[in-house]
């Protein structure tokens, strides 16, 4: 049995092919859809559903969108990005550039048809589309932030069942923007009121994952200790005077 923080250290994307011949297991799925069933979520709302696909046809007709790249994606993209892997050890934020096609990474540059290398969806053996009723908010959750942060909470736990049982997950939110979420609304009946905000890809990796350095801040980064500005720093105990 691993240990909870082992498994959330090695969780990870999985931006690469996976096995078309190598489908997941039914159990596995039903383990998967298990952690997200016990996220918690604002008031309990489980404000969503699942749309399961892996009958290959609708696969390769979800393949087949065009998925451009905005303008806006391309330089907001843009600021997240390394060039180098020591810029990235040492920001210890954001995505190395060399990751992306060139269209993903540099501003002005004219998309081209590489600007749609990266998802191969056709050959993963399963797809899940996670939608929610933007209709329904949290109690008096402005833009239903709380909802929004429920969806966080569950796309972590099934990323974190998938990852344990050696399933690879990648998250493809570019479903969930227009033109791409009217196609694959009408492709899969998905009600025209629901929203899709995030879908991703099963299965196991054709080859290991590529190596890249996984960063994140020092805990010391992020945190304050009493008051905002105060660096927070290990104490033998919290909540008293030792
Ligand atoms: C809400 C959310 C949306 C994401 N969307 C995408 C995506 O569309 N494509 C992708 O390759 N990764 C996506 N990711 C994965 C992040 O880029 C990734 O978790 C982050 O770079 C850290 O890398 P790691 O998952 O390998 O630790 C998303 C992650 C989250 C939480």
Redesign the pocket.
């Known amino acids: 049995m691993q240990g909870v923080l082992d498994i959330i250290r090695k969780?990870?994307?999985a931006?690469i092919p996976f096995d078309s011949e190598r489908p997941v297991a039914k159990e596995d799925l039903r383990q998967i859809l298990e952690a997200g069933r016990w996220a918690p979520t604002a008031h309990n709302m489980q404000n969503f559903q699942i749309i399961i696909v892996d009958d290959k046809k609708v696969l390769g007709a979800i393949g087949r969108i065009k998925f451009t790249v905005s303008e806006t994606f391309v330089r907001e993209n843009y600021q997240q990005l390394s060039f180098s892997e020591e810029e990235l050890l040492r920001k210890k934020v954001g995505?190395l550039g060399t990751m992306f096609p060139p269209a993903w990474r540099t501003p002005g540059y004219k998309p081209d048809k590489d600007a749609d290398s990266r998802r191969p969806i056709q050959t993963s053996p399963v797809m899940l589309i996670v939608v929610y009723d933007p209709n329904r908010r949290a109690p008096a959750s402005e833009g239903d932030f709380l909802g929004i942060v429920s969806l966080?909470c569950i796309?972590e736990n099934m990323w974190l069942m998938a990852n344990s049982l050696g399933i690879g997950f990648?998250?493809?939110?570019?479903i969930g923007t227009d033109p791409v979420a009217k196609e694959i609304k009408s492709i899969l009946n998905i009600p025209d009121h629901l929203k899709i905000p995030?879908a991703f890809r099963l299965g196991y990796p054709v080859s290991p994952p590529a190596k890249y350095p996984?960063v994140r801040r020092d805990i010391e980064g992020f945190t304050h200790h009493n008051r905002f500005g105060n660096r927070y720093k290990d104490v033998k105990y919290l909540g008293s005077d030792l």
Request: net charge positive; proline share 0%.
């Open positions: 969780r990870q994307s931006r995505i966080g796309m990648h998250v493809v939110s570019a995030f996984r």
